[in-house]
């Protein structure tokens, strides 16, 4: 069994910073690409930052410059550093990563409970 725990959320003014951090534990033969989403209120899931085993990244237009990934294979956690936070970013983030349990099964996706994070002064 594969669980993903998530913190490091909370209330934040704009312009200030947040750290997440999320912790794939259980039965992993290895990990390929992890990730952090975001759900606001009334709107779909979207794909804020991702970060593939060989450490390429992709980002989200609206947080290029202001966001960071990065992921520490030795203990299969990924962070996402939030930097200059606008009240847009307000959300629900949800850690995602693709894991093989087994070396001849398929990796599949996993999810995080998710971690509120609110910009508002």
């Known amino acids: 069994q594969v669980q993903l725990v998530e913190s490091g959320g909370g209330l934040v003014q704009p312009g200030g910073s947040l750290r997440l951090s999320c912790t794939a534990s259980?039965?992993?033969?290895?990990?390929?690409?992890m990730g952090w989403y975001r759900q606001a209120p009334g709107k779909q899931r979207e794909l804020v930052a991702l970060i593939h085993n060989g450490g390429s990244t992709n980002y989200a237009d609206s947080v290029k410059d202001r966001f960071t990934i990065s992921r520490d294979n030795a203990k299969n956690t990924v962070y996402l550093q939030m930097n200059s936070l606008k009240p847009e970013d307000t959300a629900v983030y949800y850690c995602?990563?693709?894991?093989?349990?087994?070396?001849?099964?398929?990796?599949?996706?996993?999810w995080g409970q998710g971690a509120q994070v609110t910009v508002s002064s």
């Open positions: 995602n990563a693709l894991i093989k349990v087994y070396y001849s099964t398929p990796y599949r996706d996993y």
């Open positions: 259980g039965s992993i033969f290895s990990i390929d690409a």
